[in-house]
């Protein structure tokens, strides 16, 4: 599986974005999609994750405010930031992981300003 994620950028605090993440190869029905961020010297931390039937956790941090979907028929997994935070910079992972496996994509950097 290959995941392609994009969307990152600069934003003001009090801003938006939305991170996309695309998955291509055997990716099979069942699979759960996530999004995890990592700020200089801190863990990897799950931010949201998504299951093929839907359900969704989100980490108490950004838990009304960011919203994680997929779209099923392009295997794509979306992150919408709002009212981001400085707190919440640092560069965001898509995670795919099935049956088979558990697969990263190449991060992409946000930055919120204050």
């Known amino acids: 599986v290959q995941l392609q994620a994009s969307g990152g950028g600069l934003v003001q605090a009090g801003g938006s974005l939305r991170l996309a993440c695309a998955a291509s190869?055997?990716?099979?029905?069942?699979?759960?999609m996530a999004w995890y961020r990592q700020a200089p010297g801190k863990q990897r931390d799950v931010v949201a994750s998504?299951?093929?039937?839907?359900?969704?956790i989100y980490a108490d941090s950004v838990k009304g405010r960011f919203t994680i979907s997929r779209d099923y028929a392009k295997n794509t997994v979306y992150l919408q930031m709002s009212g981001l935070k400085p707190e919440d910079a640092a560069v965001y992972y898509c995670?795919?992981?099935?049956?088979?496996?558990?697969?990263w994509g190449q991060g992409t950097l946000v930055t919120v300003s204050s």
């Open positions: 998504i299951e093929s039937d839907g359900s969704t």
């Open positions: 190869g055997r990716t099979f029905s069942y699979n759960v």
């Open positions: 995670n795919f992981r099935n049956i088979r496996g558990n697969y």
